[in-house]
């Protein structure tokens, strides 16, 4: 069975300064996809990032991108130039590729807060 | 934005009382899903759905049922509510295949006494 795991529950930032959030995860599959979501105090959930597995470079989003290591199950989003907008739980997600379903499996969140 | 409601937003219900939570979207797409979000959990599946009429289990079920009668309704309902059921419950959709991307629900919160 695939796991996510997020270690760090809370981080906190000063505002225009880049952090960096941990994700790893367990799986013994090859093709698989991964996923940054945001959750603001609105609760609604936003897709921040997507990565899919067989490629090698690093997805970037404007002042989002990723650390990914498939060799070492790592999945690190980073956030330069940290705004006030940023803060939110993040969730990192995994889903198994040519799965009928789509089913995600997400990590326990990690809550940033970007200070003024 | 997708086309995603969820009904109703906020419930508070007692201890044994049935609850039907209502998933509604206009994508006509084919995967729904409900999700539970707890402290310390994250997202966790409760049920699928993969077409009118088809659905699965997650990984937490128990306590739970689901229905699809129409392509854009998702319904899941609690036969019997009890408090470790209060939860934030999320429904999603998914158009399927290579298409891979979740859009959410906006939520619903629910309390039982």
């Known amino acids: 069975a695939q796991t996510v795991t997020q270690s760090q529950p809370e981080m906190s930032v000063q505002e225009a300064e880049t952090v960096t959030l941990s994700c790893t995860y367990d799986?013994?599959?090859?093709?698989?996809?991964l996923f940054w979501y945001k959750q603001p105090p609105s609760r609604q959930m936003i897709l921040v990032i997507r990565q899919e597995a067989y490629k090698q470079q690093n997805a970037t989003e404007n002042r989002f991108s990723v650390n990914f290591q498939k060799a070492a199950k790592s999945f690190s989003l980073k956030i330069s130039d940290s705004q006030l907008g940023d803060t939110a739980m993040y969730f990192c997600a995994f889903m198994n590729y040519g799965g009928a379903t789509n089913k995600l499996i997400f990590g326990t969140g990690t809550l940033l807060a970007v200070q003024p | 934005d997708a086309g995603i409601t969820q009904s109703p937003r906020h419930k508070v219900t007692e201890t044994g009382t049935p609850v039907t939570l209502r998933c509604h979207q206009t994508e006509n797409h084919r995967y729904m899903y409900w999700y539970r979000q707890d402290p310390g959990h994250g997202l966790r599946l409760i049920h699928y759905s993969y077409g009118v009429k088809d659905t699965d289990k997650g990984e937490v079920s128990d306590g739970y049922s689901v229905s699809r009668s129409k392509t854009e309704d998702f319904l899941l309902t609690l036969e019997s509510a009890t408090s470790s059921q209060t939860s934030v419950y999320f429904c999603?959709?998914?158009?399927?295949?290579?298409?891979?991307?979740?859009?959410f629900g906006p939520g619903t919160r629910l309390t039982v006494t």
């Open positions: 999603a959709i998914s158009s399927g295949g290579s298409s891979y991307e979740q859009y």
């Open positions: 799986t013994s599959e090859n093709n698989y996809y």
